[in-house]
């Protein structure tokens, strides 16, 4: 079976942001792509679809946000965003508070009321929970951050759940993703711009893929064929697992996967927001997503939930997260260094570059990649 029987001058292997913006870009310089994904779907984990006129997020909840401009303005041309602001309830045990860690935390938690009495109370906290010294894993950052209580409510037992580790044994950068305010302010992100496509994401894939340059077929894995496709294609963008296009050579990266549980109800309203945490470490889900309260889209009467459940990742599972950890980052440069070697072939999206990047990173190292591809 020959692969490359139309010329083509990329194999793409993944249909996600990386893979897609490339073959975009590709197209607009000339260049014909053949694209491959082993999924039904394209848009990789951003996928969406419609059920009772609401847009489903098929991987779980993606808001798009981000500070650059150039990616803002990319991203727009293929589609409408709708301002929606990401604000995050928190349950522990039955208790609710807001997220990111804000004033009305502070007093949902404390009672405080002036970013003085917050400020106060966090410091008589981090002495309770004892840090001193630069913080050595993610829960001395954690209560360094925000404090013991906050820690034990509301971080340590979803972060617990979601790496499927304890948070002694995890880097304390993971936390520094998210914000402290001393203001009443509950948007999860401190991004300029932010906002859910009013088309859902899939639809911004299928507009890049409207040219007689770009070919897709889905349902395709490329190791079914890989020495095949390695020998016809003379350049190709991979952006699956970097462990797994060496074969596991030096053992495997770690990773965490998800599954997701999806129920329809006959309500216009049923938890009153988008998504909210369950903090507590019994709760099996790490999130509940109802997706009419991103874009106030959908047919009177319907609403549907998903619940976000963490598992390990094994080789039948879907990688979601890059376990970033020292471990993996060592083992990482090697899989980097093998990959150097093979000057045909571009790797990178979330799995190729072992990274946890949000949406605007992934389209912005696509775009870095472009340039350098063809020396802009």
Do not use: C
């Amino acid at each position: 079976m020959k692969f490359n029987n139309k010329n083509y001058d990329y194999l793409i292997v993944g249909a996600g942001p990386y893979g897609s913006v490339f073959a975009y870009e590709a197209a607009k310089r000339g260049k014909r792509s053949l694209i491959i994904e082993r999924r039904a779907t394209i848009g990789g984990n951003m996928a969406t679809h419609k059920e009772h006129g609401i847009n489903i997020h098929d991987f779980g909840a993606h808001i798009f946000h981000t500070d650059n401009k150039e990616v803002w303005e990319y991203i727009n041309q293929f589609t409408e965003f709708n301002g929606y602001i990401n604000q995050v309830v928190a349950d522990y045990k039955g208790e609710r508070y807001n997220l990111p860690f804000n004033m009305n935390t502070f007093y949902q938690m404390w009672g405080v009321k002036t970013p003085e009495e917050a400020q106060a109370k966090i410091d008589e906290q981090r002495d309770i929970g004892n840090v001193s010294g630069a913080p050595k894993n993610l829960e001395e950052q954690a209560i360094s951050l925000i404090g013991k209580d906050i820690y034990l409510k509301l971080i340590k037992g979803y972060t617990e759940k979601q790496w499927g580790r304890n948070a002694v044994d995890l880097p304390s950068f993971i936390i520094r993703r998210l914000p402290v305010r001393f203001t009443y302010d509950n948007n999860y992100f401190n991004h300029r711009y932010q906002g859910v496509p009013v088309d859902g994401y899939t639809s911004i894939f299928e507009k890049m893929y409207e040219t007689d340059l770009i070919d897709l077929q889905l349902e395709t894995d490329f190791f079914e064929h890989k020495d095949e496709y390695l020998n016809e294609f003379s350049k190709i963008i991979y952006t699956g697992m970097i462990d797994q296009f060496f074969d596991y050579k030096f053992g495997e990266l770690e990773y965490r996967s998800v599954r997701f549980e999806s129920e329809t109800f006959k309500s216009n309203n049923q938890q009153g927001s988008a998504v909210i945490n369950y903090t507590d470490s019994e709760t099996p889900f790490t999130r509940i997503m109802e997706w009419k309260h991103f874009d106030k889209k959908g047919d009177d009467g319907y609403t549907i939930l998903t619940k976000e459940y963490p598992q390990d990742w094994d080789r039948t599972r879907e990688a979601y997260y890059p376990v970033n950890d020292k471990k993996n980052t060592d083992l990482f440069k090697k899989y980097k260094k093998e990959a150097i070697k093979f000057g045909n072939v571009i790797f990178g999206g979330r799995l190729g570059s072992y990274q946890y990047y949000d949406m605007d990173q992934v389209i912005g190292s696509a775009l870095k990649a472009v340039k350098k591809e063809f020396r802009e």
